[in-house]
């Protein structure tokens, strides 16, 4: 197989680059990619747990520790114990967090018109889907 037809190059090179420029869309804000998903999460369901947060982003419990670790130092987002169940843990976003909802939101578009501006309208939807079909997918069990 020729390694441009690897379905792994394939979306880890295009995945590399769209990160890359992100962080540097980022850089401004002193956030990462990683801690705009967070965010983005919060921004749109409001407190969550760590566990919840993992889910959504398709991440492991330490790697989302560590994101929040350093988010909470940022002073972007503050960790709670729910009143009923001191095992339970709720994340919000700080204001300084919510002040930067809008421009982030921008720059995030940005990224998007810049990343699929070579594709047309329906180039774009069929990726997408075939992107998030892709994340749904359970062929791990396939091995």
């Known amino acids: 197989m020729e390694l441009h037809d ?14 890359k420029h992100f962080s540097k ?6 956030l990462t990619p990683a801690q705009y998903g967070v965010l983005n999460c919060l ?3 409001g ?12 991440l ?3 790697t989302v520790s560590g994101i929040l670790d350093r988010m909470q130092k940022a002073d972007l987002i503050e960790r709670s ?4 169940s001191r095992r339970n843990v709720w994340v919000i976003p700080t204001e300084k967090a ?12 940005q990224l998007n018109t810049v990343v699929l501006k ?14 998030t079909t892709i994340i749904t997918s359970d062929f791990h069990e396939d091995v």
Request: proline fraction near 4%; aromatic fraction near 6%.
């Open 6 to 19: 690897c379905m792994n190059f394939l979306l880890s090179v295009s995945q590399n680059k769209v990160f």
């Open 25 to 30: 869309l980022l850089q401004e804000y002193k």
């Open 43 to 45: 921004w749109q369901d």
């Open 47 to 58: 407190a969550l747990s760590p566990k919840q947060i993992g889910a959504l982003l398709h």
């Open 60 to 62: 492991e419990a330490p």
């Open 81 to 84: 114990i729910d009143e009923n």
């Open 98 to 109: 919510n002040a930067m909802k809008d421009p982030i939101e921008k720059v995030t578009q």
């Open 118 to 131: 070579d594709l047309a309208d329906d180039e774009t939807l069929v990726l997408k889907k075939a992107l």
